[in-house]
């Protein structure tokens, strides 16, 4: 059976870390107490268990096919869908009218992460369908709602989100799909979309795609690009299916994995006849989707964060299985082998990945629940801290996602590399994260570049407050003083770096400063995560250091010792990134083409 996570991990954290059982104080909420959200999640444990896990496997071996006509997946995918919107796992979020449980994003995330550790690729259709609903729920006409909304929340419709073009990935303002007025209101789609996920498929009878065109006319750049629901086939405003939409699968691409996602080049308007239904105004297409995209870059970074969790617990468990070797002071050949989780280099390899992963998923959880605060209980300080954290929060698990399942691997060492266990394909599947949804790159561009700067810099004010908080709870615990001094040490540093980057920016320098982003995105990530780990350690000694059972003692005494792995280990690096930085390095920007 598939090891999706540690239960005892997953409530610690929703529990006593952020507190989930009081979220009911916030109306929306009031009808939800801990019985309700324990409930859901095994639900989703269950499903994710039955009929999600099992196929992992063997959706990443039969990949999606296409004879020229239709798309087939293997049927376990259609079994998994059925199953999960049942459980009516599709639009839990939603307002009760609109069929929904109002469930906390908080809860929803936890439920989420589930199927993603259980099997990415499948779980790529509801979550890809949840996002482009949710488009349409925010800035859709009542009209639109009422046409697409009931067949994507009962699963008979799907939903995609087609931005990418051939020629057009990271730089959405170049973009060159187009879209011409008709009379009756409505517009021609016309143009090329690729890499587009579930873009077609055999599992509902309808798909929507929400796909980003330039009104013909429009002003260039990003001004000119609007938002279309553009479905393959049209529906009727009852809601039934009508006449094919010009929608036509150019074809698949095969990936190196989330191989039972499909992944589809989409040709749009080529017969001149495909209908398109304009969202909200013209020219705001972008900042609709990206309103929505702070949601799915949590979602993103909780892939990250569940893949990488998946290869860590299966690789501790392989490691207290696997009789190899002895100790290097023991000599005698014919003394019994330990298992290999005895060796040092395995513990080190364990215990980077259960820093990695444990606060990958704590970061996800943390801004599920400023989801919650801004959008439920109308928290402007939590949108705002949000917007900042969003591309932390995308990029760290995505990044060290991998770098974790990189670690199973080599943990199971020759047993990692194939394809009967399952670890190669957690670092297959979980490659993909850093590169959709915006690049490592370009997420680290947005931090520097422009989400450290909104809102005058509240975003930042309100994060050291956090973290201050936290470090003067922890310092009251004795175990936790030295981990702090050295944490203090290193946030000095992140606040001078920052300081002396905003004045590089300030003053024109803006290719200087904007050089070594990616470097920057890393540090802040740390940080974050360091805190995060701090946070933990300390709730841990709060919750667990007068039980009396031995579980709790074992769980507090592996939180503390990943907290000072990560921040005596991990955080290393960052006077090295800090004089980088600050010095404003040009060893990458200055190589010339023709010196590689
Ligand atoms: C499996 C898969 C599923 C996907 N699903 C979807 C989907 O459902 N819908 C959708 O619309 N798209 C989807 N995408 C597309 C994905 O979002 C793009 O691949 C991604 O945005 C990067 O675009 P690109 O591939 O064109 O790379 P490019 O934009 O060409 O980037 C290549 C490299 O250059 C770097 N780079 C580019 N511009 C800059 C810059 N200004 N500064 C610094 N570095 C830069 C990037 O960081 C990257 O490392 C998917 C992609 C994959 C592989």
Known sequence: MAHLINDKDLSFLLYDVFEAHKLNDIPRYQDHDRTTFDGVIQTAKRIAADYFAPHNSKADEHEPKFDGTSVSTIPEVKEAWK?????????????????????????????????ASANPGTAGYPFLTSAAANVIHAFGSAEQKETFLPGMFNGSFSGTMALTEPDVGSSLGDLTTKAIPQEDGTYKIKGQKMYISGGDQDITDNIIHLVLARVEGGPSGVKGISLFITPKFLVNQDGSLGSRNDVQLAGLLHKMGYRGTTSTVLSFGEQDNCAGYLIG??????????????????GVGLGGAM???????????YAKNRPQGRKPTNKDQNSKPVNIIEHTDVKRM????????????????????????DEAAGDQDSGILLDLLTPVVKSFPSYYGPKANDLAIQVLGGAGYIREYPVEQCYRDNRLNPIHEGTHGIQSLDLLGRKLWMHNGKGLQLLMAKVNTTLANAKEIASLQPLVETYQKKLATLTQTTMTLGQHLQTGKVDEALANSALYLDLMGKMVVGWLWIEMAQKAVATFSDSESEEDQTFLAGKLQACKYFIDWELGEVEHQAKLLTSLDDTCSSMKQDWF
């Open 83 to 115: 199953h999960f919107v049942e459980a009516g796992l599709l639009n839990p979020r939603h307002s009760y009218e609109d069929g929904g449980m109002q469930l906390p994003a908080l809860i929803h995330s936890a439920c989420s992460g589930l199927f």
């Open 307 to 317: 893949i990488g969790y998946r290869g860590y617990l299966e690789s501790l468990d």
């Open 350 to 373: 364990l215990l980077a990945q259960k820093s990695y992963v444990e606060g990958s998923l704590a970061l996800c959880l943390f801004a599920s629940k400023l989801v919650d605060l």
């Open 281 to 298: 105004e013209e020219g705001k297409g972008l900042s609709y989707m990206f309103k929505m995209m702070n949601e799915a870059r949590i």
